[in-house]
């Protein structure tokens, strides 16, 4: 069996694939938009220290550079390439050496490697290497890695400008000296950032300047072994870069560093690794933070989407789906749910009931709408109780047609609930203020049936055609469908498609019967009664397309076709010199316009030369005309010299105060009040029998002519010539004739 999901269920589904097709996308982008924001605060970071870097390394570079200057000014050339060990001398002592603050002293060390002081002191500093550094003419200064001195308490380095004579001759060196604590001031000067720490090392990694003073004038190696390769001298013997190391502190920090320009020193920072990680960590916070809030709003987004589609969707319901009197499915929507339920059991038995209001339109019209609605509303409810009770699904359709579809599991068992059913509305009905009659059609599905693919709606159409097939009278409820009247529908469909065409073809045609003086049996007159010789159903009598062509109209054009071809064969026999009697011709009740009736009828009479009283019409009482009408139609008749009769007189609702009110000539008892009174022996019961003695005894006494139909036994013909009814119609004297046998029957009976 095929699974389906529900609508609410599919949508939520839906929603739900929506939404986290949503939420990956949301993640993938919020991913890359936070990785690529990563890459560039990690950027910057690199980018901001190595600013930090080279602003410490141009202030060094910059303070070098003074001192070169400074040192160079005290350059005498001359002097100091040709003057003597006194000139020399005495150049030295005019300099002042508080005018240069960093330097702590300030000599000239001959080629030899004697030193000439400032203060007048000489010393022999042959054996000290950094003079041994001979830095050629263009880049004629050098600064020297950092030892210690006995002269000073803190360690100092040597800056240094070789000095050469003109033919490029070594003539010796003038130096100054100067604590590396001057470094280290300077760094402190321009510090950036707190957790900034500077370096700055000889090119043998001797810490000039280092935030732990210890550590001046040493080198350092980290203690844990996994860094331990990232000495200061390591530092020292590459260009630039950064590593991650670990600090003398033991802290995990990114270092960067970089050769000082033009000499052999390396500025270093450090950062605390966990400063980089805290930005990292805030952004991974963030991150989380975005992603958390994106699935919020969307699942926040999702419920107000389904809030909103719920309402929506209900106001749908409500315009299309319900029907706004009764509160019960629509019939669209009753056919989606019986379609579901026939799919969910494609092997169960259904059973489609639709039922109406007996003359609804009726009392509609003469109650008000507001009044059927009323009515509508209560006889909704109360077949929406019962189809509750069985489980079954309601719908209402067009105006007062109810549908309602239940799984049964046997047809006889559903037929004995469904009349107990029927009986309970009927007795609920009665409680009414307004008196009104539902009748039901009902369709089966079984599934052995070979129609099984029956849509609802063809099952809908089933129950409506055998609800059709209920007759005016209130003793039927309800009709079955089945193969019979599926056969009928067949039939009818085919007599509606080839109706025009018999007329065309002559395929109907007239049968007489006669009427039978009861007095002494001699015919008195015949009926007119069409027959249909058709190509593919044989010869159909009446009853087998006479309703249908009242439904559908065509019986009007069909009677005027009958009047021809009776006033024809009467004008033939007068013509021919044959005895004729009067006959009777059927008037339908579908005319409903007395003069658009007389002027076709007399249309086709003013053919033939016929005298009108051989010709007798044969009104209906329940005939779309009402009773004013006929009278108006019986009058024109007579005025023309016709003569009417009353047909079907006793059958249905028929009132014996139309009796006084239609001046008909004639009256034709119905069969039936034959057929009911008759008893199973042959014999008529007394109380009927008395019954229709007094009826023909008060048609006497308004002169109307007496015909009784469907006379088929002695018995009831002797009783009808008993009571002194004037005519009999029946099987008795004879079938409808051909004409030929008609005439046949005229000459023998006259
Ligand atoms: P109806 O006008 O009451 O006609 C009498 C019907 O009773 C005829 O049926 C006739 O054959 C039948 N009948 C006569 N005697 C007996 C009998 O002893 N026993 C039984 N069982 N039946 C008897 P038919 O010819 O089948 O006509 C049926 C109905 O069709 C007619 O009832 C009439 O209402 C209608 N009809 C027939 N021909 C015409 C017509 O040309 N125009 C119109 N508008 N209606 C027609
Ligand atoms: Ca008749
Ligand atoms: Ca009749």
Known sequence: MQKRISPNAAKFLTSLSVGIVITIFVLILSNIVMNRALRVSEKRYLDSCEQILKGYSNSIQLYIENYRTSLNSINNKKIFTSGSKDEIQEWLSKIDLSCYEDFSAIYFVDSEGMAYFTSGETEDLSDRTYLAKRTDASTSYFISDIFNTPFTDEPIIIIKQTIFSDNKKYCGSLCAAIEVNKFQKITDKIKIGNNCKVYLQDSNGIFVVHPDQKYVGKTYSPADEKYSHISSQAVSNSFSGFVETQDHENEIVDLFYSKIPECEWTMAISFPKSELESIFHQQKTTRILIVISCFIALIILLIIENIVLDCFYKRQLINTDYDSLTKLWTRQRFEIEATKL??????????????????????????????ADKMIYFYSALLNDITNDFHGIIGRGYADHFYTFVKITEVRKAMSVFKKAMEKVTEEVKKYDIQFFPKFGIAFLMPDNTNRDVTIQGLIGQASFAKSTIKDNLLTQYSIYNSRLLEQINREHFIENSMESAIEKNEFFVMYQPKIRLSDDKIVGAEALVRWRTTDMGLLTPDKFIPLFERNGFITKLDFYVYEQVFKFINNQIKEKNHIVPVSVNMSRNHSKPDKFMHDFMEIFNKYEIPPHLIQVEILERSFMDSETLKEITNQLHREGFSVAMDDFGSGESSLNMLTKIPVD????????????????????????????????????????????????????????????????????????????????????S
Request: glycine share 4%.
């Open 666 to 749: 004639v009256l034709k008892f119905d069969r039936d009040f034959l057929l009911s009174s008759t008893t199973e022996t042959g014999m008529l019961e007394s109380k009927a029998a008395k019954f229709i003695e007094i009826l023909i005894n008060l048609s006497k006494h308004l002169e109307k002519q007496t015909v009784f139909e469907g006379v088929e036994t002695q018995a009831q013909r002797d009783f009808l010539r008993s009571i002194e009814c004037d005519q009999a119609q029946g099987y008795f004297y004879s079938k409808p004739l051909a004409e030929p046998d008609f005439i046949q029957f005229i000459k023998m009976h």
């Open 342 to 371: 026939l799919r969910r059991y494609p092997k169960s038995k259904f059973m489609l009931v639709e039922s109406d209001i007996r003359g609804f339109k009726f009392i509609n019209q003469n109650y008000g709408e507001e009044s």
